[in-house]
């Protein structure tokens, strides 16, 4: 009888120009990774949630959520509660530390985010001022 173990199964492979990083970029609560695995199964329009910051909102910079198929030369893939989410590295000079989560609270339900970089947001909390 062998004593040797079974060898790790093979890391996924990063698409080309795609970079692993992990949960001090961006990190999801178990409730927003079930919610995200909810969302991509009724969209079925890819399973990536892809987080961007664009100009625009109350207060300078607003979140954008999306589902893409896949990722893009230069994105930042990170894994967390279940979800796979892609960063773009100018999102990620904004978003460095921060926590999504979901309420499906009927009054201020709906993903929110924890961004420690934030320096003042909106009551809605669409949007954010560094």
Do not use: H, W
């Not at 990722?71 to 773009?88: E, Q």
Request: with cysteine.
């Amino acid at each position: 009888m062998s004593t040797e173990t079974a060898p790790p199964p093979p890391a996924t492979a990063l698409p080309e120009g795609v970079r692993e990083g992990n949960e001090k970029l961006v990190s999801l609560t178990a409730a927003a990774g079930k919610k995200v695995a909810a969302l991509i199964a009724r969209e079925q329009t890819g399973d990536f949630l892809r987080i961007a910051i664009t100009g625009g909102g109350c207060n300078g910079l607003s979140y954008k959520l999306r589902f893409v198929a896949t990722a893009r030369k230069g994105d930042i893939l990170v894994r967390s509660a279940g979800a796979t989410v892609l960063v773009d590295p100018k999102t990620a000079l904004y978003l460095k530390g921060t926590e999504l989560d979901y309420s499906s609270a009927l009054i201020a339900g709906g993903f929110k985010f924890t961004n420690p970089n934030a320096k003042a947001s909106c009551s809605c909390g669409e949007s954010f001022s560094v």
